[in-house]
């Protein structure tokens, strides 16, 4: 596809037609210069429109669409990049990796990196419930920014910022290589240390077309880790890692306070520890 962007048509315009005002975000304009991409402002704009804000706004058109399409890209851009990068890899794995990369807490992980939520257009019920550091807004408003970048500039372009800002979470998730299974991982190692089998409690939201899964794993009756995801599955491994995490963060593998309840993580359902996030 020949890229259809026009620099001299697309810098400033956001800037002086921004209304402004809390919900709006900050200036889309600043967005569009860290991105590096010269994508048209109306089409940044609509990238950045949740439909919480459009129900708010006479229903200006939302990002959702755009989300869709940037989903398309985002997978083709890392399947690609995973076939060639690691030819030694079976099928298998490779679907491994790729999920890890586009799992919903990656992508809000990428999307924080470049303060996405302070661009974000909500309304004012997601805003004042902290919609801005949400991980599915910042998931799906960054694939809606790739498909945006899309249909502006062309595969080359896209490709180009998908790689700027995934390659290294393709990194990192490639050494992880067979503990990419966090289901699989856990279970074997609460049965090593015999802390008891993981018990997984999950919660679903969200309309039927985009329902979101929140989880929770239990070990020795204690929560250890929690995730979000598109699926039942993809929350269910999120948890499953902030657990394994957990547990071998523990001092010389002694796993005793963990189990008898000292000095583990809290009960509210905090993740653990650091992790790599959909």
Same mark, same amino acid.
């Given at each position: 596809? &020949?890229?259809?962007?026009? !620099? !001299?048509? /697309?810098?400033?315009?956001?800037?002086?037609?921004?209304?402004?005002?809390?919900?709006?975000?900050?200036? +889309?304009?600043?967005?569009? @210069?860290?991105?590096?991409?010269? &994508?048209?402002?109306?089409?940044?704009?609509?990238?950045?429109?949740?439909?919480?804000?459009?129900? *708010?706004?006479?229903?200006? +058109?939302?990002?959702?669409?755009?989300?869709?399409? =940037?989903?398309?890209?985002?997978?083709?851009?890392?399947?690609?990049?995973?076939?060639?990068?690691?030819?030694?890899?079976?099928? =298998?794995?490779?679907?491994?990796?790729? /999920?890890?990369?586009?799992?919903?807490?990656?992508?809000?992980?990428? /999307?924080?990196?470049?303060?996405?939520?302070?661009?974000?257009?909500?309304?004012? =019920?997601?805003?004042?419930? =902290?919609?801005?550091?949400?991980?599915? &807004?910042?998931?799906?408003?960054?694939?809606?920014? %790739?498909?945006?970048?899309? %249909?502006?500039?062309?595969?080359?372009?896209?490709?180009?910022?998908?790689?700027?800002?995934?390659?290294?979470? %393709?990194?990192?998730?490639?050494?992880?290589?067979?503990?990419?299974?966090?289901?699989?991982?856990?279970?074997?190692?609460?049965?090593?240390?015999?802390?008891?089998?993981?018990?997984?409690?999950?919660?679903?939201?969200?309309? $039927? @077309?985009?329902?979101?899964?929140?989880?929770?794993?239990? #070990?020795?009756?204690? #929560?250890?880790?929690?995730?979000?995801?598109?699926?039942?599955?993809? /929350?269910?491994?999120?948890?499953?890692?902030?657990?394994?995490?957990? %547990?071998?963060? *523990?001092?010389?593998?002694?796993?005793?306070?963990?189990?008898?309840?000292?000095?583990?993580? *809290? *009960? $509210?359902?905090?993740? +653990?520890?650091?992790?790599?996030?959909?």
């Amino acid at each position: 596809m &020949i890229s259809q962007c026009y !620099e !001299e048509d /697309a810098l400033g315009v956001v800037s002086r037609s921004w209304d402004g005002g809390v919900n709006a975000g900050k200036d +889309p304009a600043e967005l569009r @210069h860290a991105l590096g991409v010269p &994508i048209m402002p109306a089409s940044l704009e609509r990238a950045l429109t949740h439909r919480s804000y459009a129900y *708010e706004n006479d229903n200006p +058109p939302t990002n959702e669409r755009l989300e869709f399409l =940037g989903d398309s890209v985002l997978g083709l851009v890392v399947t690609d990049t995973l076939f060639r990068g690691y030819p030694d890899l079976p099928e =298998g794995q490779l679907a491994k990796l790729r /999920a890890a990369v586009v799992q919903m807490s990656a992508l809000a992980n990428v /999307a924080r990196e470049l303060s996405l939520g302070d661009y974000v257009r909500l309304g004012r =019920g997601e805003q004042v419930t =902290g919609g801005r550091n949400k991980p599915s &807004i910042l998931a799906d408003t960054l694939e809606a920014v %790739i498909g945006a970048v899309y %249909i502006d500039c062309g595969l080359t372009e896209a490709s180009g910022l998908v790689h700027r800002l995934f390659d290294p979470v %393709i990194t990192r998730s490639a050494r992880l290589g067979a503990g990419l299974d966090w289901k699989t991982s856990l279970q074997e190692l609460t049965a090593v240390k015999m802390l008891g089998v993981p018990d997984y409690q999950v919660e679903e939201s969200g309309p $039927d @077309h985009q329902k979101s899964f929140r989880a929770v794993v239990r #070990v020795g009756g204690r #929560v250890l880790g929690s995730g979000e995801g598109r699926t039942k599955k993809a /929350a269910e491994q999120q948890a499953a890692e902030a657990a394994w995490r957990a %547990i071998t963060a *523990e001092s010389n593998g002694d796993l005793r306070d963990v189990k008898d309840g000292e000095d583990g993580p *809290e *009960e $509210d359902g905090t993740e +653990p520890g650091p992790t790599r996030d959909r």
